[in-house]
């Protein structure tokens, strides 16, 4: 059954904690993105991979950092320096540069 | 860099009724635009998408159409029905840029 995963649904963050969303994907996709989405809003792109590791910072990256060791898995990790780290989390995959996005089903991530 | 600006932010229309939604892009040399769906609570899914080397494209009820000298390209939904209410959104990238740039959603809501 291919597609992208993500875990947890929910995750609840304490003040100064860092949290670690997980991305995982079984499409033998090069690209991998996460975007922030916040109400009423669109998507924001927080980083981007187009092979494994290398990486590079979207429009959105302070508070954030992420690891490409493996093609198939793109984690996330939100630190303390994030003040306002409530919001949707998606994870994509795709072919590459210019190619269709495929999304995961999210992340819901609350600050206690 | 790209931006996207998308109208209606939302729309209601009775439901066998159709659905327009306009998108307009600032970089002339975008020439990748998808759109997805995106229900309550989940990721979003493409629906269409459009290069720029056509005009138009149609998948069933659904359909893109592309206007290069203007820079804007629309979503046309026909015969809506209730399965139709979502959240969708609009996307343009470039050549030479490795992202999307997205709109900020528009809210569909079928009236039965």
């Known amino acids: 059954d291919g597609g992208i995963t993500q875990s947890p649904k929910y995750l609840f963050r304490k003040e100064g904690q860092n949290v670690t969303l997980s991305c995982e994907q079984n499409?033998?996709?090069?690209?991998m993105y996460w975007y922030r989405q916040d109400p009423g809003q669109g998507l924001r792109l927080i980083y981007y991979?187009?092979?494994?590791?290398?990486?590079q910072k979207g429009d959105i990256a302070e508070g954030y950092s992420v690891s490409r060791e493996k093609k198939e898995s793109f984690p996330l990790t939100v630190t303390s320096a994030q003040k306002n780290p409530t919001a949707f989390y998606l994870c994509?995959?795709?072919?590459?540069?210019?190619?269709?996005?495929?999304f995961g089903p999210g992340t819901r991530l609350l600050v206690l | 860099g790209e931006n996207v600006e998308q109208h209606p932010s939302t729309l209601s229309v009775q439901e066998g009724d159709s659905a327009v939604i306009k998108c307009t892009y600032s970089?002339?040399?975008?020439?990748?635009f998808p759109w997805y769906k995106q229900e309550l609570g989940k990721g979003p899914q493409l629906i269409i998408d459009?290069?720029?080397?056509?005009g138009e494209k149609k998948d069933q009820r659904i359909a893109v159409t592309l206007n290069k000298t203007a820079k804007h390209f629309s979503l046309h939904i026909t015969e809506t029905q209730p399965e139709d209410s979502a959240v969708y959104f609009c996307?343009?990238?470039?050549?030479?840029?490795?992202?999307?740039?997205f709109g900020t959603g528009t809210r569909l809501t079928i009236i039965p």
């Open positions: 994509a995959s795709g072919l590459g540069q210019r190619e269709t996005q495929y």
């Open positions: 499409l033998n996709h090069d690209a």
């Open positions: 991979s187009q092979i494994v590791n290398d990486f």
């Open positions: 970089d002339s040399a975008s020439n990748y």
């Open positions: 459009i290069r720029s080397n056509v």
């Open positions: 996307a343009a990238s470039n050549f030479g840029n490795e992202k999307l740039t």
